[in-house]
């Protein structure tokens, strides 16, 4: 297993940009699969986007457009670029590694980070 610090999250205006980073521990970082995930207050966590080992990458509906999910192997960190954020993107953050979409299938976890957007 892989140990994932996110960092980057803060307070932001509705429109605004942000990017939140995740450094992973371990040699196996460029063969590594990764996900973000968020969780809303009061709502569960759910898959935000994810980076195959390959650079393939996929995104849930809601954020298409507008987030971009990229990977630097030399320096084993994983970004999430947000742009034109919205209240709804009101979450904690969560990087997470060796799955594929699923909550299930990640074995991995980081603590989180706080991302607050205001209208």
């Known amino acids: 297993q892989l140990q994932l610090i996110e960092s980057g999250g803060r307070s932001v205006q509705a429109g605004g940009s942000l990017r939140v980073s995740c450094v992973a521990s371990?040699?196996?970082?460029?063969?590594?699969?990764f996900g973000w995930f968020r969780r809303a207050p009061g709502k569960d966590r759910e898959f935000v986007a994810a980076?195959?080992?390959?650079?393939?990458?996929f995104y849930t509906d809601s954020v298409k457009g507008r987030f971009t999910i990229s990977k630097d192997n030399a320096n084993y960190t994983i970004y999430l670029q947000m742009n034109d954020l919205q209240p709804e993107d009101t979450a904690v953050y969560y990087c997470?590694?060796?799955?594929?979409?699923?909550?299930?299938?990640?074995?991995?976890w980081g603590q989180g980070t706080q991302v607050t957007v205001s209208a």
């Open positions: 371990g040699r196996t970082f460029s063969r590594q699969n």
């Open positions: 997470a590694a060796g799955g594929w979409i699923t909550k299930a299938s990640y074995t991995s």
């Open positions: 980076i195959q080992f390959n650079g393939r990458t």
